[in-house]
């Protein structure tokens, strides 16, 4: 079993930034693919951007690309998505997700999630 809690949501304007941080206890950190997805209000759950255990694969929806940085540190057991030039769209909960294997980006392939922050970003 791994337990994931994300942190560093809030409140942020148009055009600033914010650093999510998601904590994984309970097994290895090793071998586990990561992810961030986000639903925003009456929307589905949606892609973000995932990382390989090694760090070294990182994917990204089209939406982000560019903007978002997915990065991980295996010895802290933590992953980290830097958003930057965020926009009103981007509010939304975001969660992170594991899963045991190679990076996958559907959200049906992940096993462990976190229960979420809210980012909201002000016109």
């Known amino acids: 079993q791994v337990q994931l809690v994300e942190s560093g949501g809030g409140l942020v304007q148009a055009g600033g930034s914010l650093r999510l941080s998601c904590a994984a206890s309970?097994?290895?950190?090793?071998?586990?693919?990561m992810g961030w997805f986000r639903q925003a209000p009456g929307k589905e759950r949606e892609f973000v951007a995932a990382i390989g255990w090694r760090g070294g694969d990182t994917y990204y929806a089209d939406s982000v690309k560019g903007r978002f940085t997915i990065s991980r540190d295996n010895a802290k057991n933590s992953v980290y998505l830097q958003m930057n030039s965020l926009n009103p769209e981007d509010t939304a909960v975001y969660y992170c997700a594991a899963r045991l294997g190679l990076v996958r980006t559907g959200r049906d392939e992940y096993d462990y999630w976190g229960q979420g922050t809210q980012v909201t970003v002000s016109s």
């Open positions: 309970g097994r290895t950190f090793s071998g586990y693919a």
